[in-house]
């Protein structure tokens, strides 16, 4: 397994990205939330904690993510 160039930064030191979460994501404030930042890079940060840590992956690293999610490689997660 290769080694992640995650990062992480305060979601507060990212003041002008615009935050996005799925529309499946329920109203209590229990979500992830997702920006794409200017350098190509996309912060994920938990929407009950917006000013809290956000973590920054590159886009290789969110494609595979999203590729497993869509195989059902995560499924026994949530069954």
Known sequence: MSEMSRTSTSAAELPSVRWRKSRHSGAIGNC???????????????????EGTALVYTRAEIAAFVAGAK?????????
Do not use: C, K
């Open 71 to 79: 195989d059902g490689e995560f499924d026994d997660f949530i069954n």
């Open 32 to 50: 992830v939330e997702v920006a794409a930042l200017n350098g190509g890079e996309v912060a994920m940060r938990n929407s009950r904690d917006p």
